[in-house]
């Protein structure tokens, strides 16, 4: 009975269509959180994710909700990001419910993400309910966004639900379909314990604290449960629920969404999508696990200081812990020292490891410039996957290096197709077909290298489409073209981390670009720094950066002790994010350099 009345859900969506919004009014409406202490986007706790209004990670909650049939319900409600390098996150989120709201931007319509996230839930089973946000918008229409539900997703829409976040409206009525249209849990709360872990992270005093998915069976502290992909047995400390700060309970039971944690320690022994069970009856088969998805996207990530390497790793470790799709390994640089290759699914994802390990394990990183994977055949017919540029062996060892390409849907409004090709084309893609969606909105096919997505395609496209064009893509395959390796020399010395790979037809504009960005990059120092781009022993660019003459304190009046200070601090923290390759100081900006040029 229990189970009945229960409901596990997903919101999800297009970023920006509003899935935070209503999970805030849905905790208001609730008084899941007391009026005073509710703040905008309360699930996006992540101080990264507060800064930057997007939603990074996925966040679940427990909800009491009272309904008109007089019954009380609880819901787990988890908010999902919607930024196509979080749709891991998505994934597993949906793995954890029934139903799914799917929300769409009533001004807006469906978009790339709108479908891929509404594919994954189908994967899934679970029940899609379609929510039109934003209906208090004077650009809203509501029988717009409604009809390119049925005709794109193929879903019923004549009853979809049509809310406002920011105002509240239509809420009460969203919470009754969840508890009329979600259907409850079917656990078995008889049989063996079974649950998926379907997220997890690090606490300095609770250490690995997993969130769960309780499918059979119930858990409760002091039971002894086996992790089924690794053996490893624990004895349960605390189980709860969020709410949306932690919450202990005595136990938690077949239908529950919650967390648990067990005394592990290290991070190495659980993986999110494992499953738990009873250490003394367990069940047969495990659940199915998670795809894992390949990282896309490689950098080479250095301390700042040499001696924060094995601050560096842990941090790695433990962050990986909440970010499976987060890869890295070992690597030296003749530049940078010891550091990490380490893989990601898209830039913005780098970004967010980047500012996480710098906010939330205060260190100071030095990362190079992204690249994509490469495979160089050999000439003995052998491949070497290189996911660093300066790894590509020397022209003459290799018969071809092959580079991912994608296939990009774009959808977007009548108007802006031509726009859209032009970029396309201008990114080396290969026009596959064009799609009249419905009267003025088109999804253009294009195939293109990976290379050039990761590199402003998506900045591009949103300013030549004025924000209106959406992007989805998949990778398809690896496919041969003129590639070539650029190296960057400062004073004759080959720089590893500054090497990047590049098709033949751009290399000496993007070597003159890289030169000239890299002498305005780099401070003078007290002796002249030649700059050279090379493709071999071939030359095809150089820029020289004159020594500087005098002390930068010299000038400033010895009778304002405090600006000089002050001056001197700013250099010390601009000293920070600088590294001495050889004799010459180089600042993480310099290393980031390929990603300023088009
Ligand atoms: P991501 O998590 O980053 O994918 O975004 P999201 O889907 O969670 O969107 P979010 O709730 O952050 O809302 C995006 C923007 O839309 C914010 O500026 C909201 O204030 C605004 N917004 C959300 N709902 C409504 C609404 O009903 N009406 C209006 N006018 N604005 C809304």
Known sequence: DYQKHIRNFSIVAHIDHGKSTIADRILELTDTVAQRQLKSQMLDDMPLERQRGITIKLNSVEVKYHAKDGEDYIFHLIDTPGHVDFSYEVSRSLAACEGALLVVDASQGVQAQTLANTYLAIDDDLEILPVINKIDLPSADPENAKMEIEEMLGLDASDAVEVSGKTGLGIPELLERIVTDVPAPQGDLEAPLKALIFDSKYDDYRGVVLAVRIEDGMVKPGDEIEIMNTHKKYEVTEVGVSNPHPVKKDMLVAGDVGYLTANIKSVRETRVGDTITSAQNPTEEALPGYRQIP?????????????????????????????????????????????????????????????????????????????????????????????????????????????????????????????????????????????????????????????????????????????????????????????????????????DALSFISHRSDAQARARQMTSLLKKLIPRQNFEVDIQGAIGAKIISRATIKPYRKDVTARIHTGDPDRRAKLLDKQKRGKKRMKAVGKVEVPQDAFMAVLKMN
């Open 295 to 495: 990282p896309m996207v490689f950098s080479g990530m250095y301390p700042v200081d040499n001696s924060k390497y094995d601050d560096l790793k842990e941090a790695l470790e433990k962050l990986q812990l909440n970010d499976a799709a987060l890869e890295f390994e070992p690597e030296t640089s003749t530049a940078l020292g010891f550091g990490f290759r380490c893989g990601f699914l898209g830039l913005l994802h780098m970004d967010v490891v980047q500012e996480r390990l710098e906010q939330e394990f205060d260190l100071d990183l030095i990362m190079t410039a992204p690249s994509t994977d490469y495979h160089a055949i050999m000439n003995d017919g052998t491949t070497k996957v290189i996911d660093n540029p300066s790894d590509l062996p020397d022209v003459g060892e290799y018969k071809e290096v092959q580079e991912p390409y994608v296939k990009a849907e774009i959808m977007v409004p009548n108007d802006f197709v031509g726009p859209v090709m032009e970029l396309c084309q201008r990114k080396r893609g290969e026009f596959q077909t064009m799609d009249y969606l419905d009267k003025y909105r088109v999804n253009v096919i294009y195939h293109i290298p990976l290379a050039e997505i990761i590199f402003d395609f998506f900045d591009d496209l949103k300013s030549s489409t004025k924000g209106y064009a959406s992007l989805d893509y998949e990778i398809i395959g690896y496919r041969a073209t003129d590639l070539v390796k650029i190296d960057v020399l400062l004073n004759k010395e080959p720089i």
